[in-house]
């Protein structure tokens, strides 16, 4: 019998691009719901509980309300929204995290999908965490941009519909300009940081791709390292795996520019480490696509984990 599969919020940005990777797949049973019976609370509850897996894709307080639905209940779930991300009885579904997450991920019945902007951001600093070469009081700071798809339907309307009545004509802008912002929780803990980052996150006029930066000083990391040292930390991190892909040295020492849309369309992710030694500086770099990677991608690369597929 071929698993069955319901994601809760199919109609909107992620779960479309869900439905999209899952559309030519023969080994599952896909559930879903007509769009105008959407709020319909108990045909919801009937597919959710019918499914083995169920992907929400939702705001926060309706993936709560849909996880309590299933409390008592076999369905198993992955919440795309920020509502379980570091809540001790969800497993956090950054597949490369350490060596045996994606084992935890594979026995899990919660799975808390991260966030984009997280995923850049935890793929660099966790890595010298756990090499010891960072501290957890390192005054970390995180700069990143994305495509405007992370903000779904409302702020796509904006950006693409001149007609709209909050049209925004801004080639890119910043935002979260009072330092709060929803994806702190979830770097700090998973970047095993005594204190959450100073982060500045800003939208280009572009659908998809994503940049994430975390520029470090190399003299106040332990043991000084070089950029060599700390490039092989993220190699020896992530190796034997295959969606993210740590640049060589030399060949991110000869690029002339980094594009925020270099793997829009694509569900990996490529790390890349620049800086000077001369200047004792490096700047470590996450290049994904904010929709791939960085959510529907993972959703999928979760659930095939989950199901014990390829």
């Given amino acids: ?25 023969t080994d599952l049973e896909i559930l879903s719901i007509p769009e105008e019976e959407r709020r319909n609370k108990d045909l919801r509850a009937e597919l959710l509980r019918a499914a083995d897996i169920a992907i929400l894709c939702l705001p926060d307080d309706a993936s709560r309300e849909a996880a309590a639905l299933l409390e008592g209940h076999k369905t198993r779930i992955i919440d795309t929204s920020t509502a379980h991300r570091t809540h001790a009885d969800w497993v956090y ?9 994606a084992q ?3 026995e899990a019945r919660l799975v808390a999908n991260p966030g984009c902007y997280p995923t850049g951001a935890i793929s660099l ?8 070469l960072l501290n957890s009081d390192y005054p970390v700071t995180v700069n990143a941009v994305s495509g405007y798809t992370g903000g779904g339907k409302q702020m796509i309307a904006r950006m693409e519909d001149a007609t709209h009545p909050e049209h925004m004509a801004e080639n890119h802008f910043l935002y979260g300009l009072s330092l709060k912002h929803k994806h702190l929780p979830e770097m700090k803990l998973y970047g095993r940081l005594d204190h959450a980052p100073i982060f500045a996150p800003s939208v280009g006029r572009f659908p998809q791709g994503m940049i994430v930066q975390v520029p470090l000083y190399l003299g106040l990391l332990n043991g000084k390292p070089t950029l060599h040292e700390v490039h092989q930390a993220l190699a020896a991190h992530y ?8 640049v ?11 594009d925020a849309e270099l793997l829009a369309g694509t569900d990996g992710m490529n790390l890349c480490v620049f800086g000077s030694e001369e200047s004792g500086q490096v700047n470590l770099v996450a290049v994904l696509d904010n929709l791939g990677k960085g959510a529907s991608g993972a959703a999928v690369q979760n659930m095939n984990l989950m199901l014990g597929l390829s």
Avoid: N, Y
């Avoid at 019998?1 to 797949?25: N, S, V």
């Avoid at 600093?125 to 010891?132: M, Q, V």
């Avoid at 060589?248 to 980094?258: D, H, K, V």
């Fill in 1 to 25: 019998m071929k698993p069955k599969i319901f994601i809760d919020g199919e109609h909107g940005t992620t779960g479309l691009q869900i439905r999209t990777r899952l559309a030519g797949r």
């Fill in 104 to 106: 935890r991920i594979r």
């Fill in 125 to 132: 600093i966790r890595p010298l965490r756990d090499a010891g």
């Fill in 248 to 258: 060589p040295l030399e060949e991110s020492a000869a690029l002339p520019l980094i």
């Fill in 93 to 101: 579904g950054f597949a490369e995290l350490e060596p045996m997450q």
């Fill in 239 to 246: 190796s034997g795996q295959k969606i993210v892909r740590v």
